[in-house]
């Protein structure tokens, strides 16, 4: 009778562990779920937030500003691929630089420096 009981809460609740333990208990063999993917659910991994696009933040603006500063070596407001490469981060220098000009703007650096 308990061993009946534990089956229906751990059914109620969806504890297929609980489910598990209580027909071991009672030497049956312990049934699969009904939604598992062997008897035809179709099982899709759910969107977690970890997954999800992070969002720019004021912080990271701030540190891509700051390394293209320091890797603008002349101060000319671009970076060459020379001063690129002096950045700690490695970037494609050439998916970045948009208009094919061979230099980095500020905004084409920034832009996708992420």
Not at 88 to 95: E, G, P, S, V
Request: proline residues 7%; hydrophobic residues 50%.
């Amino acid at each position: 009778m308990a061993v009946n009981r534990m089956l229906i809460a751990a059914a109620l609740c969806g504890c297929a562990a609980a489910a598990g333990m209580a027909a071991a208990q009672s030497g049956a063999a312990p049934e699969e779920p009904v939604l598992a993917p062997s008897a035809g659910a179709i099982v899709t991994p759910e969107r977690s937030p970890a997954a999800a696009p992070v969002p720019p933040t004021a912080g990271a603006a701030a540190q891509r500003s700051a390394a293209f500063a320091q890797a603008d070596a002349n101060h000319d407001g671009v970076l060459t691929r020379a001063e690129a490469q002096t950045l700690a981060a490695r970037i494609d220098f050439d998916a970045l630089d948009r208009n094919r000009d061979g230099l980095l703007s500020r905004s084409e650096f920034e832009g996708g420096a992420r």
